[in-house]
């Protein structure tokens, strides 16, 4: 069964934490990526990579960093939290050349 | 990337037929048209995606005219674990995945 595993499901952090959310897929995928989910906004695109060491800014990048130093695992980086990012996050993988994405359960990151 | 316009919800019966439409008007060529569901709390999972005419899997049928301007996403006989929120993008295969707002589909006894 393919899976996109994300590190914690709940996560609560305080105002200037550096958080660290993890993304894992073991399907050997070359794209992951990042989204926010916000309630009347949809998914939003925050970074995506189509390699290893490769990054993308997505829609909204402000805020965040991302890292890939292995193919299978895509990090998300809040450098300093804030209030606004008191969201759920959702990651995904596709295969290259596919517009088939596997998604993680998802983070719901609440900052204090 | 081509813009897709969704109706925001829809209500439907159990065992009823339900069909959303989504409208991208200016799709391009290369364009693939994929629809997603999503149950609260979940990621989206893909249901299905075609390029043109007609596409038919063990979830959903897709309808898309020979304009390609819009698409309907057509689930038979739905049951109440239907309800969700459904996502139609375009965009080409090589893309990102842009979702917008979708359809909040709710499905009552």
């Known amino acids: 069964d393919v899976k996109v595993t994300q590190s914690s499901r709940y996560l609560v952090k305080r105002t200037g934490e550096k958080v660290f959310l993890e993304c894992v897929q073991d399907m050997d995928h070359e794209n992951m990526f990042w989204y926010r989910q916000d309630p009347g906004l949809g998914l939003r695109l925050i970074y995506f990579s189509y390699d290893v060491k490769m990054k993308e800014k997505g829609d909204i990048p402000e805020g965040y960093s991302v890292s890939r130093e292995k193919k299978e695992r895509f990090s998300l980086i809040l450098e300093s939290a804030s209030t606004n990012q008191t969201s759920m996050y959702l990651c995904?993988?596709?295969?290259?050349?596919?517009?088939?994405?596997?998604f993680g359960q998802g983070t719901r990151l609440t900052v204090v | 990337l081509a813009k897709t316009t969704q109706p925001i919800s829809m209500d439907s019966y159990e065992g009823q037929e339900v069909n959303i439409t989504c409208s991208h008007n200016?799709?391009?060529?290369?364009?693939?048209i994929t629809w997603y569901q999503q149950f609260p709390s979940q990621g989206p999972r893909f249901i299905i995606q075609?390029?043109?005419t007609k596409v038919t899997n063990e979830v959903a049928s897709l309808f898309i005219p020979a304009d390609r301007k819009s698409s309907t996403l057509s689930l038979p006989r739905v049951s109440l674990s239907d309800t969700a929120v459904y996502y139609c993008?375009?965009?080409?295969?090589?893309?990102?995945?842009?979702f917008g707002k979708g359809t909040m589909l709710l499905v009552s006894p």
């Open positions: 995904a993988s596709t295969a290259q050349g596919t517009t088939e994405a596997f």
């Open positions: 993008l375009v965009g080409e295969r090589y893309s990102t995945l842009t």
């Open positions: 075609g390029y043109k």
């Open positions: 200016n799709i391009a060529t290369n364009d693939y």
